[in-house]
Structure formats: structure tokens, C-alpha cells
């Protein structure tokens, strides 16, 4: 174990993957040029991306950033989203292309039914009828759509209908908690919420509708709920308020002329956490989103006509929203979309599925990587994965030993490897390998990309040549978040202050290298990123001491094997709580019915009191040496520094199990 992390370090070090000849022969960036060409002028960069799109209206400026931060890309632009991912291609007689090969997780039982070939005609006509079927349940520009659905085609079309009339969704992962679902729903004012009576979850029906039923009661702006019948679990309906999605559908009118949006209208709400208990709506826009999606998904993906791109994420994080709907759709892509869990009903779906429909591209995060290095190659290589030609990961730092073994047994050691660093803030991927022109080093996402600005900066804000920092964004970006729903103050203190008003504060802590490559390190707020996905302490927290047997609770993160980083909760119980197994057992379940299974903490620590500063204040620095059984110095100035101890008792002892 102790040698694992020296191994990573080494690695570090020493190998570096040029692309490979033919790779690099046949991709569309060969060129070192671009990034000097794109950092003379990079609104004229930008602007080059965004005239490949479809405008209704041109714009008169690139970029006004003479009130910074806010920024207004394609200034005075009109385009309709739906139309650039749709419309152009079917009008180009591409309307018989597939846009997704759907998979379903129950396919190997149903066959046909469950393996559908979904073209750019279908998107399109399922797009139009969903759009007026809004339209006739009141939702119009401006209004707030949410969307908690499982990965169907369906939900794509519900955004790209939402796009088709300017309604705003605001899509929440169908792995949240109906608690969860009902605070997003109820801070951004939805009217409408596009649900799934179930979702399958290793091939048994999981309640969405049903489970959701309590909180409509208390969204009085919810007028409507349509429902998609996923696993025919009938569930309860509301005369007046639920509708069937197939039977409104079916119904609608087939032809929605497209809203001509302003470049800068906003296009979606994606709540994702930040240090304090509430989530953050993140507001991206029309222009200037699209454009840089549509780039960077053609630019780090190399793609090519007739590549087979799958990128494995769920719909209801950035991840989904940009790389599995707007970026491939934008350039006419075929995708693969795979509904369910990487191990149904075997732990080769994946390498089943990627062999069924020829992947060329396949873009993940690192904690599956690492679930699959665990199950054993054998798994892949019965496998033929000989089209796969470029690999992606995304959302954590991805180590080394996984990198390699990424490289290796997927990739087959012919493909390169694009890890992309970026954000839900940011909208599209920032830091990353252009695959034929970047030599990369296993662990780091490399440089920025063409007309994209970063710098690591020392605690003094002086940039850091070589070393470590902390992470800042220097140039806008046409994908840049524009503000908070209804917190713009927030948006401008947490990113926009701590170095001035045209530098924005990422949250990442990062090291420089010697060539100038980025190696991130992880994140310098209260937030853990827990299998790439985003939690707060504070959302934690807050959870936990709203169960009636919690005191107190403190929460951080500690590395992990398998999910990057683990969620550990120190509490000091209250009344009769007796700390044990049935205790954590009915605390876990608590986390997960306020926030979703993802922010169950992994271990629980249970102390008559934290360790606190004499004013009162949890010393977390403390909590996490204290479970990486580091060193922890002079502990005097604590109220109680017995804590400790007792603490520290239990840590160790938890580590001989
Ligand atoms: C945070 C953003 C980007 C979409 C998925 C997560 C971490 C993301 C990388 C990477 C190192 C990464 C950062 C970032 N992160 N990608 N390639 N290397 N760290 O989006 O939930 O907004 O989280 O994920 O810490 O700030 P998100």
C-alpha cells in the first residue's frame, strides 16, 4: 500500500507519450501554430469556431469584457441551439445519420426494443412535438424546465425542445434525492418537471415518479409534470397536473418554428455544490456555450466523420450537458448513450457495448477506470476494442497507475489519451492534450487550450513560472458561466474577488512543471469530489446535523482507492444516540434521503466533541491529519485537545479492520 503513491510519483516523472506517427498524420490539429495563432488573437480564434455555427442573426461584436466579469460574447448574435444540432444536419441530408446508438441496460432481454438507433430525423420531429407540447402546458421563453430522467433519449429531446422555445432547463441527476430535486426546483421556479415513472438500476425498476410524489405539495410555481414510461411501474398520476409523455407527444403538432435566441439569453441552470450548504445555479448562455462546445468537442476529440464517440457520463452533469448532447450534436455526431450500470448484468457490459457498435472515442472518468483495472483485464481483452482510437477521462486528477493501465488495455497502447480538465462553471474543457500535436505525461491534463489563458498564482497573486499554486483562468472564454440564478453577488465574491475582477478563482490548487504543463492537484474549498462528482462539506454537514441523534457533525475528505476521494464525517451524537453500527446505518440513510447516495459518508467517527479552537471553531485541518494518521503537532491551543486522542484511537483502530 505505502508504495502505491511513490510508484504514481515516479511514473510522474519519467514517461511521456508523444502521439503516435499515424495518429498524428491523420489529425485534423498537426499544426503547433494554432496555439500561437489563437493567443495573437483570440477572438478572432473564437469567433472562426463560432461562424461554423448556424446564426439567424450575425453578431456586431466578438467579446464585450469593458464591464469585467461580466462578459458578453457574440454580442447582438441571434441562433437557435436546436436548430444548429438538429435542423442543419437534417437539411445537410444527414437526417437518416445516427445521432445515438441507445443502449438499454435490460437490451440483452429485450433485444430490439433495446437497442435503437436514434437519428437526427427522429431528435428532430421528438424535439418539435415535445416543444409544443410544452408550449401547450404554458411554458415559454425565460421559464424553467426541470428534468430529472434517467439516461434515455428522451432527455436529450426534452433540453433541445426546451432550447427549440427558449425555455431554461435545469436538469437535476437522477441520482439525487427527491429532497434535493425539490430545492432545485423550488430556487430556480420551475414550472414543469420532466420525470421517468422508474429507472432501471441492475435490472430492477428504481421509483423516480413515485418517490418524488411529496414535493410537489410544496413547489407552488410546478404547474405540470410529464412522465416518461420507462419500466411500466404505473405510477400515480394527478388528474390535470401529470401527463404522459407518448400519449402528449404523439398528440402534439410536429412543426415548432425555433425561438431565435440572443447569443447571450441564458440556455440552462446546472446546480452544482460550493462551499457553503446551498448549491450554486450555474448559468450558461446560447452563443457563446455552443461555440465553445462545439470546438473543443471537434479540437480534443480529433473527430472525424465517421467516428463512434461514447462518452460514458450521465446526462445530469456537464459532463452529459456538453459532451453528450450539445458538443457531439452540434457536430453531427453518432454517440453511443448507454442507459444503465457498468457492471449489468457482467462487468464487460462496457466492452460489450463498445465492441457492438465500433467505438472509435471513448471519454470517462477515473474512479471507472479504476472499478475496471479492479475487475481484471480478462474482462477487456475478450473483447475486440481494435477501433478505438483516442481515450478521454475527465473529472478528477486521474493517477498514473490508472492512466497506464487506461493506455494499455483499453487503448491497446495505440491510443492517446486526452485528460480534460475543466468545470461546471467553465462549460467546456479548458486545460487538455490536442491529441496529434500533444507529447502527454500520465496525471496531467498538459496545457491550456488554444485561446485559453491559466496560470497558477502564489499566495502573493505573482505568477508561479514553475511550482505550485493556486489555479486562475486569465482571458474570458466564450463558455464562461455569466452569473448565479438569483445570486449574482455570490457568482462575483466566490470567483471574481480574490484577484480582481478579470481573474477567475477556479478552486483548483495546481503545479507547474518544468515544460509548463498543469498538474492538478485537487481542490482548495470545502469541496470533495467524490467519483468526479461534487460535494459540499457544508451540504454534508447540514444533512447530517438535521437528524435528530446528531449534536455536531464535521465532515471532509480523504484520498481514496476507488473514488479519487471518500467522504469521512466526524459526529457527536445527542440524546439518546448511541454511536454504532445501527446508528451510522440509519445516518447514512438520512445522507442519502437530503442530498442521494453519492454523499454517503464512507467511514463515520463518533466523539463526545470536535476538535475545536478556543473561539469554537472545527479545525477540519486537524480531522483530515487526524485520518491520514499524520503527524499532529502542538495541539495545545485546542478547547479540548483530549478529543484528539479519543479521535485518533478510533481512526487507527478502523484501519486494522
Ligand atoms: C472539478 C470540477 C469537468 C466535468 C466534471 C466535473 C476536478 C475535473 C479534472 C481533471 C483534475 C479535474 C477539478 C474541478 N476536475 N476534471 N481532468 N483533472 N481535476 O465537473 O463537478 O464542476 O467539478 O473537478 O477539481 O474543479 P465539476
Not at 460574447?73 to 444536419?89: A, E, I, M, Q, T
Request: glycine share 8%; net charge negative.
Amino acid at each position: 500500500m505505502a508504495t502505491e503513491p511513490e510508484l504514481d510519483v515516479l511514473l510522474k516523472t519519467e514517461q511521456t507519450f508523444p502521439p503516435p506517427p499515424d495518429f498524428a498524420a491523420e489529425a485534423s490539429f498537426r499544426d503547433p501554430a494554432v496555439y500561437e495563432r489563437a493567443a495573437a488573437d483570440p477572438e478572432a480564434w473564437w469567433a472562426d469556431w463560432a461562424g461554423q455555427l448556424e446564426w439567424i442573426e450575425p453578431w456586431q461584436q466578438v467579446l464585450d469584457w469593458s464591464d469585467p466579469p461580466r462578459a458578453k460574447w457574440f454580442v447582438g448574435g441571434k441562433l437557435n441551439v436546436s436548430v444548429n444540432c438538429l435542423d442543419r444536419h437534417v437539411a445537410a441530408g444527414n437526417g437518416d445519420k445516427v445521432a445515438f446508438h441507445w443502449e438499454a441496460e435490460d437490451a440483452g432481454e429485450t433485444g430490439e426494443a433495446g437497442r435503437l438507433g436514434i437519428t437526427y430525423d427522429w431528435l428532430l420531429d421528438q424535439t418539435q412535438r415535445f416543444a409544443n407540447v410544452m408550449k401547450g402546458l404554458g411554458v415559454g421563453k425565460g421559464d424553467v424546465v426541470g428534468i430529472y430522467m434517467p439516461m434515455v433519449p428522451e432527455a436529450a429531446v426534452a433540453m433541445l425542445a426546451c432550447t427549440r422555445i427558449g425555455a431554461v432547463h435545469n436538469v437535476v441527476f437522477g441520482g439525487f434525492s427527491a429532497e434535493s430535486l425539490r430545492e432545485r426546483m423550488e430556487v430556480s421556479g420551475a414550472k414543469l418537471l420532466v420525470t421517468a415513472d422508474a429507472t432501471l438500476r441492475r435490472g430492477a425498476p428504481m421509483p423516480m415518479k413515485t418517490s418524488i410524489e411529496e414535493i410537489f405539495g410544496e413547489l407552488p410555481d410546478m404547474k405540470s409534470v410529464v412522465v416518461i414510461d420507462r419500466c411500466g411501474t404505473n405510477p400515480s398520476m394527478t388528474e390535470g397536473r401529470d401527463h404522459f409523455w407518448a400519449e402528449s407527444v404523439e398528440a402534439a403538432d410536429p412543426v415548432c418554428e425555433p425561438e431565435p435566441m440572443d447569443a447571450e439569453d441564458p440556455l440552462y441552470l446546472l446546480y452544482t455544490s460550493g462551499s457553503t450548504a446551498k448549491p450554486k445555479g450555474i448559468v450558461h448562455t446560447t452563443g457563446g456555450y455552443l461555440t465553445q462546445v462545439a470546438a473543443t468537442h471537434k479540437m480534443v476529440f480529433d473527430l472525424k466523420e465517421n467516428d463512434v464517440y461514447w462518452c460514458a457520463a450521465d446526462i445530469g452533469w456537464v459532463t452529459g450537458h456538453s459532451y453528450i448532447v450539445y458538443g457531439p450534436l452540434a457536430n453531427g455526431a453518432t454517440s453511443i448513450m448507454y442507459e444503465g450500470a457498468p457492471d449489468y448484468p457482467a462487468k464487460d457490459r462496457w466492452w460489450e457495448i463498445a465492441e457492438r457498435y465500433g467505438a472509435t472515442i471513448l471519454y470517462t472518468a477515473p474512479t471507472v477506470i479504476r472499478s475496471f483495472m479492479k475487475w481484471g483485464e480478462e474482462l477487456v481483452l475478450k473483447h475486440d476494442l481494435s477501433k478505438l482510437r483516442l481515450l478521454g477521462s475527465v473529472g478528477e486528477p486521474i493517477n498514473p497507475r490508472a492512466w497506464l493501465w487506461y493506455h494499455e488495455v483499453i487503448g491497446g497502447g495505440r491510443c492517446p489519451i486526452v485528460d480534460t480538465w475543466w468545470q461546471t462553471e467553465t462549460g467546456a474543457i479548458m486545460i487538455s492534450p490536442l491529441p496529434g500535436l500533444t507529447t502527454t505525461k500520465p496525471g496531467s491534463a498538459t496545457v491550456p487550450l488554444p485561446g485559453i489563458e491559466a496560470k497558477i498564482l502564489d499566495s502573493e497573486g505573482e505568477a508561479v513560472e514553475e511550482g505550485g499554486g493556486t489555479l486562475v483562468l486569465s482571458k474570458p472564454w466564450p463558455a464562461m458561466a455569466r452569473t448565479l440564478y438569483n445570486e449574482p453577488d455570490r457568482f462575483i465574491k466566490t470567483y471574481w474577488e480574490r484577484y480582481g475582477p478579470e481573474t477567475y478563482l477556479v478552486g483548483d490548487a495546481a503545479h507547474l512543471d518544468e515544460d509548463s504543463y498543469f498538474w492538478i492537484v485537487g481542490r482548495i474549498d470545502d469541496v470533495i469530489n467524490v467519483s468526479g462528482h461534487r460535494l459540499s462539506t457544508m451540504e454534508i454537514e447540514s444533512a447530517l446535523v438535521a437528524d435528530p441523534g446528531v449534536a455536531e457533525a464535521a465532515v471532509i475528505g480523504v484520498p481514496d482507492e476507488d473514488t479519487g476521494q471518500a467522504i469521512v464525517a466526524f459526529v457527536t451524537p445527542q440524546g439518546d444516540a448511541a454511536p454504532g453500527e445501527e446508528f451510522t446505518t440509519a445516518l447514512r440513510e438520512h445522507v442519502a434521503e437530503r442530498i442521494g447516495k453519492l454523499a454517503r459518508p464512507k467511514r463515520f467517527f463518533y466523539a463526545d466533541d470536535l476538535p475545536k479552537t478556543r473561539s469554537g471553531k472545527i479545525m477540519r485541518r486537524l480531522l483530515r491529519d487526524i485520518a491520514d494518521s499524520k503527524d499532529l503537532g502542538d495541539v495545545s491551543t485546542l478547547r479540548d485537545p483530549s478529543v484528539v486522542d479519543d479521535l485518533t484511537a478510533q481512526v487507527e483502530a478502523s484501519k486494522k479492520v
